[in-house]
């Protein structure tokens, strides 16, 4: 079993009706004069804040003391819009609600006070038009692999509102559970199988984490079967580069030396698009960690924090 290096707790903060549950790992020094800014962490799509561990473990006592890292669970995961007796509080998600709860829970717990801000994934987007939106909330952004979509053109939005409203029918009527299992071991196996790079030891620490048993023994995954349902407002490209124009804080974007994009979009976009996206960003830069996949703060931990304390410094 994986052993944390550095203890978390929870927190629960309420954010626009939401009892939003966020987890803080605190460095030994943090109550100083001269603690340092918080260090905020956002998971991807169907991730939990609790998938930071691995990576809070590899930070350098150095780098830790002092420093405050906060994670949320976004809404819809984790424990964040979870019903007491199960099932969600939401049957749809709109991404702008990500920036709001984002700047929220900056104001709870850094009022005032520019932060670092480090998103995968979806979070890795979600930091990107939020560093635009409020400039002068951000002091350095790290963006792992938040590629951002391809681009949609205006002819797609009567389909995809339609697809909208299919899914939240098909939600309705059950359709899009999520699949469960029958112990923790299950859950693990899930997240080898989803990523071969996973070691037993950390699937099986964030397997506890990722789902949670219900009333009858059965494991259920801690995601909202509603984010299955296609979004129904467009990525617009020409949109994100304004935000991402507007972007004052030093930019660093981190990618696996495997291409994801290739698996992911199989052509319809691709790494070198992205690169030429991240030119509109006024000061970024590109690293890229080796022997790792789309999941980099559980490949590589240590290369990846190192990377960040690098640039953070």
Do not use: C
């Not at 960003?281 to 990377?307: C, F, K, N, S």
Request: hydrophobic fraction near 45%.
């Amino acid at each position: 079993m994986y052993l944390e290096k550095r203890s978390f707790h929870s927190e629960f903060v309420p954010v626009r009706g939401l009892s939003y549950h966020v987890r803080v790992w605190r460095g030994p020094d943090h109550a100083s004069p001269a603690a340092l800014p918080p260090l905020v962490l956002a998971h991807g799509w169907m991730d939990v804040a609790a998938s930071w561990q691995f990576m809070a473990d590899a930070f350098s006592d150095a780098f830790a003391a002092g420093r405050t890292l906060i994670a949320p669970d976004w809404r819809g995961f984790g424990q964040t819009g979870l019903l007491p007796g199960g099932g969600w509080q939401a049957d749809s998600y709109w991404f702008a609600d990500y920036l709001a709860d984002l700047d929220f829970l900056l104001e709870h717990y850094a009022p005032g006070q520019a932060v670092d801000l480090v998103g995968h994934s979806m979070g890795g987007n979600v930091a990107m038009l939020y560093a635009g939106a409020r400039p002068a909330r951000i002091r350095r952004l790290v963006n792992l692999e938040g590629f951002g979509l391809p681009d949609s053109r205006p002819s797609q939005a009567p389909s995809r509102m339609a697809q909208w409203m299919d899914g939240l029918k098909s939600l309705e009527r059950g359709e899009l559970a999520l699949k469960s299992y029958g112990d923790v071991h299950g859950v693990a196996s899930r997240l080898m199988k989803t990523n071969p790079r996973l070691t037993p030891d950390k699937a099986r620490w964030l397997a506890g984490h990722w789902a949670r048993p219900d009333a009858s023994g059965r494991w259920q995954v801690l995601g909202n079967p509603a984010h299955k349902i296609p979004g129904a407002q467009l990525y617009r490209v020409e949109e994100a580069q304004e935000f991402h124009r507007r972007i004052s804080a030093p930019v660093l974007a981190i990618e696996a030396a495997s291409d994801s994009m290739q698996a992911l979009w199989q052509g319809r976009y691709s790494l070198d698009e992205y690169h030429e996206r991240l030119r509109q960003v006024p000061d970024a830069r590109v690293a890229v960690i080796q022997e790792a996949g789309h999941m980099l703060h559980h490949d590589q931990p240590e290369a990846l924090a190192g990377l960040i304390e690098g640039f953070l410094a």
